[in-house]
DNA sequence: ACAAATTTAGACAGGCTTGTCCAATTCGTC
DNA sequence: GACGAATTGGACAAGCCTGTCTAAATTTGT
């Protein structure tokens, strides 16, 4: 025993309680996502999660209970991930547009393709109407959030000169949706793009975004372009 | 009379008889939209249809049945409305930006925002998994053809020197994510985004579209941009 | 090894839904 | 006005699901 004696001595979590609790949460993002809220069945989930149904109810209480702990952990980890990915957003780039590409593919996979950014989507649209409030904290902790941060970084890239932006927030939204514009009939199916699909749709993406976007330069064939109002 | 008896004495459909099968099919995709396939009820769908629930079923036979039914309906319609809209694409601009503008509101408010739009897409997204074959027709008839359709009418423009474009396809994949940028939230929890939020979606997306794609021109006047190649 | 807490399997009531059947009624046509 | 088809409302069985309860089995901490 290598852990210290009455550091915790009062209801000391027993050791595979949470551990079944994450099962039965995974277990019921999976089975809400494939057969709706409606659809979802508890014998299902508790198979799935390979505990009795009982434990079920024991730790949750109730199939609305159960619903929100799944949206409230899927949310938390998704946006726990988005904000990972921003912060690896390029600064100081050395290829800006590798660097973006690179940025694309990171946040699609990290963030948007993986089981649980595509099961929140999910979850979304199907039961956003049967829950406002639990999905406008999502709404605003995510997505808002997401396009501020993305806007500063594109305002800091053309602060130094490396873009030409208008409005910075409609930018960030724009970048996303270009670099996502190839998969989208894979999302809307819940399907998971091949991580080919990811890379094309990211190059095309910020390959636009560039020519709409980057800073004009003078090259030495073109170098009276710049001169303009 | 004016119809001549004999052509269709047997099994002639009364006259409301189809005009209740519409409200059921109306009522059904509401119903199938707001509550999913499993949380739907027969009594529900017949009630909003103003019919009696023996009705909905000697019309459709059975829950299923009615579901592909609505799918099937919705995909006419929004397939209809999405060729008619892309008819109007505009071939000889006047002035690009704001024709281009124009098709992308008409094609929003006519396709994407409209009450099938936003239903046939929900039952995709909600129900896509468990109907595969059901949707890979509207996959194919829909957007399939939507993107070729459109990238035709790109390559049209581009052939005609108003745009430089390197892949079409590709270009109207991004055309459609960009008008479509600011919207996708609301698109996602179901709701209408209103008509001004559909012009400046659409405005900043054409604007970016355009500063990506659109002829270089030789700033000077414009006179001598057109001797290339 | 012992005691407490947790988990399990199963039964169970209550409620809801689908799909059928049927008698009474309404509707459209002649 | 009369006929036939369609519609209605309601009853009905069968099945499924939720949520509760219980007693037995298992696990955990000491």
Redesign the interface.
């Known amino acids: 025993m290598f852990m210290k004696p009455g550091v915790s001595p009062d209801t000391f979590p027993p050791r595979s309680h949470e551990a079944k609790r994450v099962s039965v949460v995974d277990a019921a993002a999976s089975v809400f996502c ?6 979802a069945n508890i014998d299902l989930i508790a198979a799935e999660a390979g505990v009795s149904r009982q434990t079920v109810y024991n730790h949750h209480g109730d199939k609305e209970k159960l619903f929100v702990a799944v949206v409230r952990d899927l949310t938390e980890r998704c946006n726990a991930g988005i904000f990972a990915t921003i912060a690896s957003f390029p600064d100081q780039p050395a290829d800006l547009e590798a660097d973006l590409i690179a940025f694309a593919v990171r946040m699609n996979r990290n963030c948007i393709c993986n089981r649980d950014g595509r099961f929140l ?2 979850l ?3 039961e ?2 049967r829950y406002p409030e639990l ?1 406008a904290e999502w ?1 605003e902790h995510g ?1 808002g959030r997401t396009w501020s941060a993305l806007a500063a970084r594109f305002a800091r890239l053309a602060f130094a000169g490396h873009l030409s932006i208008g ?1 910075p927030d ?1 930018a960030a ?2 970048f ?3 670099v ?3 998969l ?2 894979t999302f ?3 399907g998971m793009p091949t991580e080919e699909e990811v890379l094309r749709s990211a190059t ?2 910020v390959r ?2 560039l ?3 980057a800073r004009k330069k003078s090259p030495a064939g073109k170098q ?2 710049l001169v ?1 109002a």
């Open positions: 494939r057969e709706g809220y409606a659809g989507r999910k979304i649209q199907a956003g109407g999905f709404r997505p409005d409609v939204r724009q996303l949706a270009l996502n514009a190839e989208q009939i809307m199916l819940g095309n993406g636009t975004f020519s709409a976007f009276a372009a303009h």
